[in-house]
């Protein structure tokens, strides 16, 4: 029986990211993956919003993705284009990038990481208790750990067997969306219900997003149903021959009730589902793996107790629900009759409006993220600003500090009173300076703290003075018992 201390069932986007957040921190992870390459069909997520490109940045890797993207300076809402350059980020778009190029990109990553991928297989069975999780796996092997994760998908298994419901409302409309060869000229453009027809990414083929009249669950749609599909909406499926891809999607929305079972959680679209309305799926996967990494980590490395693994849940349901709300919102804005056809005019006013932009881009974006860490600061539970430091070694980006995913003490005081030497070997204590204004987004400016205590995950922890006497208590809370071992 093969021993790792973590286990992740699914080599996609989130188990790839969480995969790779525990490497770096030390952590004997494996990734069980039923493909055989990381090839991606063109029908998943074809976008990243800001927030998720920066949590790539916090890793040093945002380049990698960004060379072969297109940045867009606005992001849709129900079918309203709203402007996003006037944000405070260094990412203020919406980065195009298909995930069949986003995947292999950061599975090379996980690779140079050297996280081992156990491809052409799955995860049939697994039984916990209170020593570990036993896993059986689909070639016959059984691997004992300290924990699973299941990253894989809608349809969990994981999720299954851990007993964990997922409450939520089944599909009401349905779509196929393909990527197809035809010897008409078809209709190009949008259409009101969130379909639509236009070039593909090679410049010969046709994309093509197209509701169906019946709502259908099968994942692989046929072609006949796609020209069925086809004709009922344009009357005529111009010349359909040939398919190069095909997929379905629908408006179901589903969460699981809980993100862990012992020492089992869930991450990604095994915690949740939802339209691809503001293409939000991909960076609240990758968002949910960054949040879980460290924490996990701490526990498996012992700096942690248990306890901390809670606070996943605690912090990322919330964020999934809003994300299934307003992706629900968006399907009834994109309705065809003539009532939503009017409620979507009165919101394209609204949202023409400076605060309602705001609150809505930073919604889709995941720049508005507000972890409920209790009063303080506006900062705290929010996103530290990347900014440009003053050091003692020069200019330095905050995120720079976390491309090791290890926590940061930022002090933009002159004192220098604190002992970080009981944390040392977690915890980095930066002197800085910084001279500019404090702008996050949504809130706009705010005054500059004295000191910062950030996460890995690039959340803020704490902040105050050095002198604080509650700091000591917030490296405790978050980053273990002072002198632990890492």
């Not at 089944?170 to 000229?185: L, T």
């Not at 002090?411 to 977690?426: K, Q």
Request: hydrophobic share 40%; charged share 20%.
């Amino acid at each position: 029986m093969s021993e790792h201390e973590v286990v992740i069932a699914g080599g996609g986007p989130t188990g790839l990211m969480l995969a790779a957040e525990l490497k770096l921190t030390g952590v004997d992870v494996v990734i069980i993956e039923r493909r055989a390459n990381q090839h991606v069909d063109g029908s998943r997520a074809r976008g990243l919003h800001s927030r998720a490109v920066e949590v790539l940045d916090q890793r040093g890797i945002a380049e990698r993705f960004i060379s072969e993207g297109q940045q867009h300076p606005s992001v849709g809402f129900g079918g309203v284009r709203l402007d996003i350059s006037d944000f405070p980020t260094r990412h203020n778009y919406l980065l195009g990038l298909l995930q069949s190029k986003f995947e292999p990109i950061l599975a090379g990553w996980v690779g140079e990481l050297g996280v081992p991928i156990m491809r052409s297989r799955e995860v049939t069975s697994f039984a916990q208790d209170d020593s570990g999780v036993t896993i059986e796996v689909s070639d016959g092997q059984s691997l004992q750990a300290d924990y699973l994760v299941g990253c894989d998908g809608g349809s969990s298994l994981i999720r299954k067997i851990a007993g964990i419901d997922f409450p939520g409302l089944d599909a009401s409309i349905s779509y196929i969306i393909a990527e197809v060869k035809m010897d008409g000229e078809p209709e190009f453009g949008t259409r009101p219900e969130g379909g639509g027809i236009g070039k593909a990414a090679d410049g010969e083929s046709i994309g093509v997003v197209v509701s169906e009249k019946v709502v259908k669950q099968a994942d692989e749609p046929s072609m006949d149903e796609l020209r069925e599909a086809l004709i009922s909406t344009y009357g005529t499926d111009s010349g359909l021959r040939i398919i190069n891809w095909i997929s379905r999607f629908s408006d179901a929305t589903r969460q699981a009730a809980s993100y862990r079972n012992g020492r089992v959680l869930l991450a990604g679209d095994a915690a949740h589902i939802h339209p691809p309305q503001g293409g939000q799926g991909l960076g609240t996967g990758i968002q949910d793996a960054v949040n879980l990494g460290w924490k996990l980590a701490q526990v498996v490395n012992k700096t942690s107790p248990e306890s901390l693994l809670d606070s996943y849940h605690t912090e990322r349901h919330p964020v999934g629900a809003r994300v299934l709300q307003n992706t629900r919102a968006q399907i009834v804005l994109s309705k065809p009759d003539g009532q939503h056809v009017a409620l979507r005019e009165i919101m394209a006013e609204l949202l023409g409006m400076d605060e309602p932009r705001k609150h809505i881009v930073g919604m889709l974006s995941g720049l508005d993220i507000h972890y409920d860490l209790g009063e303080g600061h506006p900062l705290l539970g929010r996103r530290m600003p990347d900014l440009d430091l003053q050091t003692a070694d020069g200019i330095k980006r905050v995120f720079t500090l976390l491309h090791n995913a290890q926590p940061v003490l930022l002090n933009l005081s002159e004192s220098d009173s604190f002992d970080i030497s009981p944390w040392a070997n977690r915890v980095q204590l930066i002197n800085a300076k910084y001279d500019g204004a404090w702008e996050l987004p949504v809130l706009g400016k705010v005054a500059a703290p004295q000191a910062v205590l950030i996460r890995p995950d690039g959340y803020v922890a704490w902040t105050g003075d050095l002198i604080d006497i509650e700091l000591p208590y917030a490296l405790e809370k978050w980053f273990g018992e002072a002198g632990a071992l890492h």
